[in-house]
C-alpha cells in the first residue's frame, strides 16, 4: 500500500513538473514573438570591428579578382542600388552556367542566425567563402585567390598592418564580414514606433501592424528585432515555371543534390531546399524564414522569386500557402486587410537609405 502511494506521489509531481515546463515554454514563445527595435549588431569575439578592416572588406567586396574570370564581384549579386540584391527572380551566375535561386538582400544580416536560403553557414565569415567557390556563383580556386590578392602590395600592406598576417582566404572572409555587418537598416519607422513614437506610423500601417501580429499570423514566424524566426519552414512554394525545362538551370540543381551526397541526384526534379543537406524529414523543401525588413525594396520574392509583388506574396499566405503544405492555413483577410498589411510592410519597416559609394581598388 506504502509502495502504491509513492508511486501515486511520484508521477503527480512529475506530471506537475512537465505542466510547470509546459506553462514556461509556451509563455516563453508568447515573450520572443513580438517586434522589436533593432540593437546594434553582434559582433564575434573572433572578429572584432575596426575601421581599417571594414574598409579593407569593402575594397574585396567589390573586388572582381574574387572571381575565376575576373568579372564578378560579391556586389554583383548584392548590388547597393538594389538594396543589396541583384533584382533578380534568380540570382545572377558565373558565365555560361545558372544559379538557381534568388539572392537574398545582406541588409541587417548581420543579426541572421544562418546563412542562404538552406542555412548551410552559420556565420558570414563561413558564408563568404561559398559564392568564392561555387562554381555556378564567381567559380574561383581558394589558394588561387589568396595568391591574387597577395601579389597586390596594398592589400599585403593592409593584411600586415590589421591582421598581423599574410593574406589568406579566412582573413579574406573576416574582412568581408566585417563590412558586412556594417549594412544595418537605420531609422526605420517600425524602430522609432516601437521606441514610443506613436505618430511614426500613419493610421493604415497601424491596422496593418494589428493584421500583422493578429490575423495575419505573421507574428508566428516573423519577430524580434530581425523579423525572422532564423528557422526552416516548407510552405510548398512553387516552382518557377520558367526554368523547369532550362538544360543549365538543371545542372546546378542536380549538382548541388550530387554534392550533398543526395542518392538520386539524377532524377531530382525540384529544390528541396535544406533536406539536400539535413535529410532531416522535417527539412524536405524547407527554406529558411528571410527577414521583413526593407522588404518593399527586395523583389522578386521566395528563394526562387516566383512572386513579383507584395501582393502575390500576401495573396500565398492569405490562401493558406502552397498546395499539400502543412505549415499554413488560409487567413481569410479582407481587402482591406490585405491592404493595410502591405501599407505596414511597405511604410513601417525600410530604413534609412544605405549609401555605399564603390571604392577604389588597388
Known sequence: MLRKSSTIVFLSLLFFINLLIT?????????????????????????????????????LFFDRRLSGDGTTSCASCH??????????????????????????????????KYL????????????????????????????????????????????????????????IAQAIAAFERTLISKNAPIDRYLRGDK???????????????????CIECHYG??????????????????????????????YVAKINKYPDYVNVREDLGRYFKTREKRDYKAFKTPTLREVAKTAPYMHNGI????DEVIDFF?????????????????????????????EALSGEEIKIKPPDIP
Open 307 to 310: 512572386f513579383k509583388s507584395l
Open 199 to 217: 505618430n511614426a506610423l500613419s493610421d493604415e500601417a497601424k491596422k496593418g501592424l494589428e493584421v500583422f501580429t493578429g490575423k495575419g499570423k
Open 79 to 112: 548590388d547597393p542600388e538594389k538594396a543589396f540584391t541583384d533584382a533578380s527572380e534568380i540570382s545572377l551566375s558565373y558565365p555560361t552556367t545558372r544559379n538557381f535561386r534568388n539572392a537574398p538582400t545582406l541588409i541587417n544580416v548581420a543579426y541572421a
Open 23 to 59: 506553462i514556461e515554454s509556451i509563455a516563453a514563445d508568447k515573450t520572443k514573438k513580438k517586434l522589436e527595435p533593432l540593437p546594434l549588431p553582434p559582433i564575434p569575439k573572433n572578429n572584432p570591428m575596426t575601421p581599417e578592416k571594414i574598409e579593407l572588406g569593402k575594397k
Open 116 to 171: 542562404f536560403w538552406d542555412g548551410r553557414a552559420k556565420s558570414l565569415e563561413e558564408q563568404a567563402e561559398f559564392p568564392i567557390m561555387s562554381p555556378f556563383e564567381m567559380n574561383q580556386n581558394l589558394d588561387f585567390v589568396e595568391e591574387e590578392i597577395r601579389v597586390v602590395p596594398e592589400y599585403r600592406e593592409s593584411f600586415k598592418k590589421i591582421f598581423g598576417k599574410d593574406v589568406n582566404i579566412k582573413l
Open 318 to 346: 492569405n490562401k493558406g500557402g502552397g498546395e499539400g503544405n502543412k505549415a499554413l492555413k488560409p487567413l481569410n483577410l479582407t481587402d482591406y486587410e490585405k491592404k493595410a498589411l502591405k501599407t505596414f510592410l511597405i
Open 225 to 254: 528585432a530581425y523579423l525572422s524566426d532564423n528557422k526552416f519552414h516548407a510552405l510548398h512554394v512553387p516552382e518557377n515555371p520558367k526554368y523547369a525545362n532550362e538544360t543549365k538551370f538543371i545542372v546546378t540543381r542536380r
